[in-house]
Structure formats: C-alpha cells, structure tokens
C-alpha cells in the first residue's frame, strides 16, 4: 500500500504552506484504524493541498495515491477520500451549477502554464533551517497577473486530470456495499463530462439497482446519482417525476432541466417551481442523512434557484413569482443565490441607473424592491447585514438597504 510514496522529492513540490514534505504521513494518516488520527490526517490534507478551493503543485502528485487509498477495501472511510477527491478536481462545484464543470474552459486558460510551473523554484532555499529563505512567493509574485492566471489555472487542470485518471474506479464504487461510498461516487463522476459515455451507463446501472426493494439505498444516494445523470447529459426518466419522496422528484426535475433546457415538460417544470414557491419541510434542521444530496452542500433551494434559469423566457413570470413567494424566507447565502437569479430576471437588460425614480421601473423590478422592502431576512447573514446581499443590489441601481429601499419605494421605515 502506497509503495512509490517516498520516491517523490515532496519537499521540492509546493502546498498552501511552502514545501509538501508533511504530506506523506497525512495520507498514511487516511489510513489510521483510529477515527481521530484519520479526521486530524483528512484536516491536514484540506489544509494543505485544497485550500480555501486552490489547489497547488502537490495536489497532483497526491491524487494517485488517493486513488490508491479508494482502490483498497481496508481503506477505513472511503467516502471521506472520495470527498477529498472531488474537491481537488473542481475546487468549491457551487460554482459550477447548474451547467456543470467547464473544462474545456479552463484549459484554454490554462494554455502557458506548464512552462511557469516548470520555471517556479522550490519551495525554499538554503540548507540551514534556521536560513532557508520561502523563494517561491517571488516567483510567483514577479508573474504579471495574466500569467498567474495561467499557472493556477494549469495547476488545477492538472489536479483535475489526475483525479479524472480514477474514473473507471469511482464508476465500480457505485456497487459499494455502503449508500454514502455510493452517493460520494455518483457526487464525483459528475464533474467529468468528457467521460460521460461510460459513466451515464455505470449511474443508470446504479439507478436501477438503488430502486430495487430491499437493497438498503437511501433516497439521498438515488438523488445525487439523478443528479448526477443530468450534469453528464442524460435526463432522468421522467417516472421519477412521479415519485412519493420529494427529493427524488426534486432531483428529477433537476436534472431533466440541466439537459432539457428550454424544451422542459411541464411536469419538470411544475416541480422545480413548485419547489421554489414552497418552503421545505426540512428548511429548519436541514434534511436528514438518509437523504442528504452533496451538491451546494445540500441546499436544494439554492440549486432549484439556479435551475429556474435553465428553464427559457416563456417561464420567466412564474419563474420571477415563485423566487419573490421564497425570497422572504431565506438569508445568507441561500439569499445571495434567489436574489441573484431574481435580479437577473427582472433587469433583463441589465442595471439601472442609481436613482432611477420608482416610478419609471418595470413591473418586474419594482415588484422585486418591494419584497426587498418588506422583507428581512434577504439582507442578513447570521443575523448582520450581509455586504455580498448590499453590494448585489447596488449593482442593478437599486438602494444598498432594507431602510433605504423603504424610503426609495415611499414607505416610512
């Protein structure tokens, strides 16, 4: 197990904090059959070659050997390896919804990148610790900011790359014995489009056989791989549209959307808005394990929201009511999401001009300063003005606070 791990030169390869040479012991960490010493390894790891999203020269180099990890069934959480996984090859995936990874992008941003990586120094220089000098930063920061985008974009390419080499396996853990190895790997195979043919195939497989009586799959599991199955391209059937848990139909309609587009059913279509319009019954405590879906971290609201905009003009009305009946109703991130798809609906034509009179705004918009007047919770995050929500707002001219809109829109606050 992990034979070739000490022959790479680690302290000459780069993580968020200079040389990668503590990476070894955290990967053996995964291994540990203690839950603490594996939790503290898997921290590390996040830490060190996924951090805050960036990924960095050693975080290729270490995807192998994770692999390695999933491959073996001594391997004590596979599932958490599974989630290191996906998250070195797409960074944070909330940014990438509801189309999916785009990465024929990020190789052509990528383009040059090889070569500056190729030109970076190690880590440190010197010998002597107490006179090693961090070179690595100059480097970096001599680039011009054209060429740092080609350099961290060639790097997660790379990343990417690496983990899209463990493909076919993440395809047979969709048979594991355990739903949240299952969920974890139909989560992971849908960031890889250019391996949709085989993978389509190996969900539809799974789909199948999570719907069969008595095989212990949870409904978290069958929806990510529905999910999933849109965001390589294939719709799911429409039956699931009709079935009696709701985030089976919910994930349906998501994943009918991302690949039916503007040609949607109706029954997709009633289902996302319907979604939308009505608050959970899990909006207090988050859902259950049993039917936790990994993508935005779980915040189906959210991703309905980002799906409505796959949905085309003919259902942007009821698209705008349904987001204006939840808008009320969310705050924080979640509100960053419904209130960014609303603005773009109603300002079609983009921003206005600030001060615009109220007047003169469309139905459409000052439908939307209303709510935003009326309403609380949008503005905050953790029950403080939330500056992403105000910046938001001011960019499509409309005022940076509930008080403020108020008195825009003639009420006394």
């Not at 011009?144 to 997660?156: D, F, K, P």
């Not at 587009?261 to 109706?266: K, N």
């Not at 034509?349 to 003169?360: E, H, L, S």
């Amino acid at each position: 197990m992990l034979d070739g791990l000490d022959d790479i030169d680690w302290a000459q390869l780069s993580h968020a904090y200079g040389a990668a040479d503590d990476v070894p012991d955290q990967l053996r960490g995964l291994l540990s059959p203690d839950p603490t010493t594996r939790g503290e390894a898997l921290v590390d790891l996040y830490t060190n070659v996924f951090h805050q999203g960036s990924r960095f020269e050693a975080s290729a180099y270490a995807v192998p050997f994770l692999l390695e990890l999933l491959a073996d069934p001594a391997t004590p959480d596979p599932a958490a390896v599974l989630g290191l996984l996906s998250a070195l090859a797409v960074g944070y995936g909330e940014r990438f919804l509801p189309e999916g990874f785009p990465v024929a992008e990020y190789r052509r941003a990528a383009e040059g990148g090889r070569e500056l990586l190729a030109a970076k120094p190690p880590p440190w220089t010197g010998t002597d610790k107490s006179k090693k000098e961090y070179v690595e930063y100059t480097y970096v920061e001599s680039l011009s900011a054209a060429e740092r985008g080609r350099l961290r974009a060639y790097v997660e390419v790379a990343t990417y790359d690496a983990v899209r080499a463990g493909v076919p396996l993440l395809r047979t853990l969709l048979t594991h014995s355990h739903p949240r190895v299952r969920r974890a790997a139909a989560y992971a195979l849908a960031w890889f489009s250019q391996e949709a043919d085989g993978s389509v195939s190996a969900l539809a497989g799974a789909v199948d056989a999570a719907a069969e009586p008595g095989v212990g799959s949870t409904p978290g599991e069958l929806a990510t791989m529905l999910v999933a199955s849109g965001l390589l391209g294939a719709a799911p059937d429409v039956r699931w549209l009709a079935d009696p848990r709701p985030v089976i139909r919910w994930a349906a309609a998501i994943g009918r959307a991302r690949v039916l587009g503007t040609v949607a059913d109706r029954a997709t279509v009633e289902e996302l808005l319907n979604w939308v319009s009505a608050l959970p019954d899990d909006a207090g405590t988050g859902p259950v394990e049993d039917e936790w879906v990994p993508f935005l971290d779980g915040d189906r609201g959210r991703y309905t929201a980002l799906a409505l905009r796959q949905l085309g003009p003919q259902h942007e009305d009821r698209a705008l009511d349904a987001l204006l009946d939840r808008l009320p109703t969310v705050t924080g991130e979640q509100s960053l999401t419904v209130l960014g798809v609303a603005l773009r609906l109603a300002f079609p034509d983009g921003p206005k001009a600030a001060g615009t009179p109220v007047a003169a705004l469309p139905t459409r918009q000052r439908r939307l300063a209303e709510v935003l007047g009326r309403s609380t919770e949008p503005w905050l995050i953790d029950g403080q003005e939330f500056g992403n929500v105000t910046m938001l707002v001011g960019h499509y001219g409309l005022p940076r606070s509930r008080e403020a809109m108020l008195t825009y829109l003639g009420r006394v606050p």
